[in-house]
């Protein structure tokens, strides 16, 4: 009966289309759909709609046509985003055909079908690709429609935002800022400043933020519900700066401005305020007044009017809600509560009510706040253990701790920009302490050597990710068999990128920076679409570029057990906010310790770093903390193993500050000159002391084939033309001053005469040139100036006679050199990103491809440094490994007889250090003898000959 009803409601429907089948019709079926769309009436609006396109696509007026499509798509959008869908790729199918691809109506529908997909379907990826098929059109046509672009700009910050990748969200938010001020719309404006704010908080950037906010605040035009959300990050910033006081103060009024302006209680901001309220209360250790406000604001949202208990929000504020009750004690609810947040985020995991269930890797997708709801999980289910003592919950966390970091992995692969992938590893570095936490105490209860190797695996998973990465994708392009011409191409691009940077940074005008950075926004939207057609033509490649190969315990003791002659211990930490776990592995055994992390430990590392650096003068304090730190960190893993002689360390956090080799192994009682060998007992007596960013890079490392045709280049920009040392000199660079290093001048010239190879000194030590030389030798020799930047690490740079190198340069370089030594002031040191490193010149020049680099953790005078680089050469030369040459060096530097106790003060020792691959090379020592010695000797022997045969004559 109902079909029949159908049929005959649409047979009526053709009747009166065909009786109106003239323009006049169409319009007025067309108002009659706007009025009923006005009035909300949605489906009355898209019968009207459905009839005007009857009569438009018999008169073939597609644009009209089209427009109705859009209309009815966008009346679904809320109530039934996948049949909007359907309209809009009908629409856009139907218009490629009748207008053209690369149309202004194209372009639109596109835009509005990713709004769709990211806002009501939760399809971010399904989103961008729209997207950035609008942009593509828009950017590419002749006439310009500016607000259809910033519309499309926008929506697209919003997919990365999404997706957590933030600088691609800032470059797109401003590129729309920028069109949305031309045509003075100051109320989009003011919604991308906020937006870019937010995201500076998130990073947090406060200062920046908070300048954003308050230029927001001054717009005359500012919407009330955009004056709340500003008001709303002011507070999580002051909470932030722990000013607790002030945040629920401002919490507070903001409360009752938002209770005046809608009085009915019921609205998204009343929601997004209480559960502000409720994160200050946290932060002032009020839980009972956080569950109050959390659980206002979940039921303001289940209000249909709000979000009707679903979205995004939603499953946030039951991830919330699920916290406060492990804090109160009630483990049970939580769990569900977790469960009901991770069915928001993935509508397809259903089966929530057991909490032994968790969604399958296969149905997660690009949501950054999965990784946190999965983490939380597993922490209420090992809180959970703590109170039943079932290791089954134990094993739960563990399963639930692997899909986080499964997910924070797939999260990567959205990232293009090194930016974003060192932030979301640190941002969520915490995950990995948590998850060791379980395998460590599944270890302790079973003995079961498979959670050693799963402890193993998360501390490295969260190490120098993106380091490998980069090694992996090299690899990838080689398996893949991506020709030549393909690979060039891309470089190519990656190259003027590098250029154009380059430019900005030597740029003073913010207007022709501005042009600058729209160049390299052109560029990469070509290479990202080259890359991407990489992807999708050679679907190996990208198989094997995200298939993250960690190295496993068998295979780093099979490593270990290479060098006969000395026994090697590798030793990696993890530095967690509560504990630091100490990993420690031998050819035959693996050890596992954690210690109490102490309140002052950062600032005995800081202590520490200034005594070393020549800052403090305290003998007394450096020996105490020197042996404090070899207690905490060595001596439980080194007093299990008495023949040990050589230590691989991989530290973290703070601690790759420290050079190991100077603590000391003995308390000291010295009261002066306690610094001398004969009165200390450092580390580098006993061991052979060397450091890498993880197992799994250093093994990498170690099977690396470089190329380099020639053996030895030096650098020598500053070198000078006296004889004489200036004694006060050192190799850093304070207010890009730069003075002349004589002794480096002697230091490049020794080093030729012991190994051969060319030098380049002074004027003839460029950048151009060593972009030039630099990929053709095996080692590589700066004796330089360097500098490093604490705000933006791109920036680092080592100096050359014309004009300094920067971090981001190296990164675009191939290098094929086994070894690099950074003869130069800080070249270790430089922002710490937790998981990644310290981002500094030594990981640039890893970047680029060198599997060895000599690098200095502090800034270093020019006589001293030289004296030390000379003698670890002398060692290189003979045959000896990196690690023990410049071990050797040191001890040989400590050693001398005329040594005074002021000279043998660490700082003038120990600044340099070893990283990564520490095999020895195979060098060429040119001959003592000179060569116009051969030429002479070559003359008598031929004179000889003549005269012997001449006498038998």
Not at 548 to 568: C, F, G, I, P
Not at 658 to 684: G, M, R, W
Not at 774 to 803: G, K, W
Request: charged share 25%; with cysteine.
């Amino acid at each position: 009966m109902k079909k029949c009803l159908y049929i005959i409601f649409v047979f009526i429907n053709v009747v009166n289309a065909f009786a109106l089948s003239n323009t006049d019709g169409a319009n007025a079926f067309l108002q009659k759909a706007i009025d009923f769309q006005s009035d909300k009436a949605i489906d009355s609006s898209n019968i009207y709609f459905q009839k005007a396109a009857f009569v438009f696509e018999q008169n073939q007026e597609w644009r009209q046509w089209i427009d109705c499509y859009f209309q009815m798509g966008r009346n679904l959008r809320k109530k039934s985003p996948e049949k909007a869908v359907q309209y809009f790729e009908k629409a856009i199918q139907n218009g490629k055909l009748k207008l053209g691809e690369n149309t202004l109506d194209v372009s639109r529908l596109y835009s509005y079908l990713g709004y769709i997909e990211l806002v009501f379907l939760e399809k971010p990826d399904k989103a961008q690709v729209n997207l950035e098929k609008s942009i593509n059109i828009l950017e590419n046509l002749s006439s310009k429609d500016d607000q259809l672009l910033a519309d499309a700009y926008r929506r697209l910050g919003a997919v990365f935002r999404r997706k957590a990748a933030y600088d691609k969200t800032a470059l797109y938010y401003q590129k729309a800022a920028m069109l949305y001020e031309k045509l003075g719309n100051w109320k989009r404006v003011a919604n991308m400043e906020i937006s870019i704010g937010q995201i500076y908080e998130d990073k947090g950037k406060y200062e920046e933020a908070v300048q954003l906010y308050n230029k927001a605040l001054r717009n005359p035009k500012l919407p009330f519900l955009y004056q709340l959300a500003i008001e709303q990050s002011l507070i999580g910033i002051l909470c932030e700066g722990n000013k607790s006081e002030e945040a629920i103060k401002k919490a507070k009024n903001l409360l009752l401005l938002g209770q005046k302006q809608y009085p009915s209680g019921i609205h998204v901001e009343l929601a997004h305020i209480h559960q502000s309220l409720s994160d200050v209360y946290v932060l002032m250790e009020d839980f009972d007044k956080a569950l109050y406000h959390t659980q206002k604001a979940i039921r303001i949202g289940n209000h249909p009017d709000v979000f009707n208990g679903k979205g995004r929000d939603m499953g946030e504020y039951y991830r919330v809600l699920a916290s406060l009750l492990v804090n109160k004690g009630d483990i049970e609810k939580a769990l569900k509560h977790q469960q009901k947040s991770l069915n928001i985020f993935i509508p397809a995991f259903k089966d929530t009510l057991n909490i032994y269930n968790n969604p399958s890797k296969e149905i997660l997708n690009s949501e950054p706040r999965l990784m946190q709801i999965l983490g939380d999980k597993a922490n209420t289910l090992y809180q959970r253990y703590l109170k039943s003592k079932n290791k089954e919950d134990l094993k739960m966390a563990l399963q639930t701790h692997q899909l986080a970091i499964t997910q924070l992995n797939l999260l990567k692969q959205n990232f293009r920009g090194e930016n974003d992938q060192v932030w979301i590893t640190g941002n969520e570095y915490g995950m990995y302490e948590d998850a060791i936490r379980t395998t460590s105490t599944l270890y302790e209860l079973t003995q079961d050597e498979k959670y050693a190797n799963q402890t193993f695996q998360f501390i490295e998973d969260g190490k120098a990710s993106v380091l490998l990465a980069v090694s992996q994708e090299a690899e990838a392009q080689q398996l893949a068999a991506i020709p030549d011409s393909l690979k060039n191409e891309i470089r190519g691009y990656k190259t003027q990128i590098t250029n154009w940077k380059t430019k900005i940074f030597q740029e003073k005008d913010a207007t022709v920076k501005q042009a600058f950075q729209d160049s390299i926004y052109q560029i990469e939207r070509t290479l990202e679409k080259r890359i991407e057609e990489l992807e999708a033509n050679y679907p190996n490649y990208k198989d094997i570029k995200f298939n993250k190969q960690l190295v496993s315990l068998e295979q780093v003791q099979n490593y270990l057990q290479k060098d006969t002659q000395k026994k090697e211990v590798l030793i990696e930490f993890l530095v967690g906010e509560e504990q630091i776990y100490i990993f420690a592995i031998t050819p035959q055994n693996i050890y596992t310790e954690s210690v109490d992390k102490s309140d002052t430990f950062e600032q005995q590392i800081q202590d520490f770093r200034k005594l070393l650096s020549n800052q403090m003068q305290d003998e007394k304090r450096y020996f105490q903390i020197a042996y404090e730190l070899y207690e905490t960190l060595l001596k439980p893993v080194l007093d299990q193993e008495s023949d040990i002689e050589k230590l691989t360390i991989i530290p973290d956090g703070i601690l790759a500050y420290v050079p190991f080799e100077t603590l000391v192994t003995q308390k000291s009682d010295c009261q002066s000159n306690c610094y001398h060998i004969n009165k200390a007992d450092y580390l580098v007596e006993k061991y052979l002391v060397s450091y890498a960013y993880s197992a799994s890079l250093l093994l990498e490392q170690e099977d690396k084939n470089n190329t380099a045709a020639l053996s030895y280049v030096g650098f020598a920009p500053f070198a000078g033309n006296q004889n004489t040392d200036n004694l006060l000199a050192t190799r850093g660079c304070s207010d890009e001053v730069l003075p002349d290093l004589n002794a480096s001048k002697k230091e490049v010239n020794i080093i030729q005469k012991l190994i051969g190879g060319s030098i380049l000194e002074n004027a003839k030590a460029t950048k151009e040139t060593f972009l030039k030389e630099a990929p053709n030798h095996q080692i590589i020799h700066l004796s330089t100036h360097a500098c490093v930047d604490d705000e933006d690490p791109l920036f680092n740079r080592i100096y050359f006679a014309d004009e300094p190198m920067l971090n981001y340069e190296l990164y675009n370089m191939e290098l094929h050199a086994d070894l690099t030594v950074l003869s130069a002031c800080n070249t270790a040191t430089g922002v710490m990103r937790k998981g990644e490193g310290i981002m500094s010149l030594a990981r640039a020049f890893t970047y680029a491809g060198c599997p060895s680099i000599i690098t200095s953790l502090w800034s270093v005078p020019d006589v001293e440094t030289s004296k030390v680089i000379i003698r670890f050469y002398e060692e290189l030369a003979k045959g000896q490994t990196k690690d023990e040459a410049l071990r050797n060096a040191k001890l040989q530097y400590l050693n001398q007889s005329t040594i005074t106790a002021a000279e043998s003060l660490p700082y003038f020792w120990a600044a340099f250090i070893p990283v990564g691959d520490m095999e020895s090379l195979s060098v060429s020592t040119p001959s003592k003898i000179p060569y116009w010695t051969y030429i002479i000797g070559a003359f008598l022997f031929l004179g000889a000959i003549f005269f012997f045969q001449k006498m038998r004559r």
